[in-house]
């Protein structure tokens, strides 16, 4: 069976987006640990500019919050902390990140996740006509139109990527 006739099992991120209405199509790829949004782009054939990826990060107060950035760019933390008016944006460890989402590295999606936490998306994906982003499992990303950020997730744009 070819990774395109593949079923996926729901994932609470597709079962949050089917609970909301909101259409998207699946795309399961062959995970490789390390691989990020590199290998998933060119196993499914995407440009890596419009897979997304889901950051977990923290504030100075060791608060959970999500970060959606290109997969080919890198977020200034610097330029987040400043945009979200905190003093400052670390990446979570990915105990931390697991315990925040319920997902674990290299699965984590920004819909459904275990507690609700404010969502940051780099503004420049919301340009794009199409995105994809994990699904909530490793080896999985769904495919949806950018708008369900804002408009369905709460997602707020800024302005953080650095070139990778």
Known sequence: MSRRERHVSETPATAWLRGRGVPFTEHPYDYVDRGGTAESARQLGLPEHAVIKTLVMQDERAQPLLV?????????????????????????????????????????????????????????????????????????????????????????????????
């Open 68 to 164: 959606l950035m290109h997969g080919d760019r890198q977020v200034s933390t610097k330029n987040l902390a400043r945009a979200i008016g905190a003093k400052a944006v670390q990446p979570c460890t990915p105990e931390a990140a697991q315990r925040a989402t319920g997902y674990p590295v290299g699965g984590t999606s920004p819909f459904g996740t275990r507690k609700a936490l404010p969502v940051w998306v780099e503004r420049s994906v919301l340009a794009l006509p199409r995105i994809w982003i994990n699904g909530g499992r490793r080896g999985f990303l769904v495919g949806i139109e950018p708008a369900v950020l804002g408009a369905v997730l709460g997602a707020q744009p800024v302005d953080c990527a650095l070139e990778a």
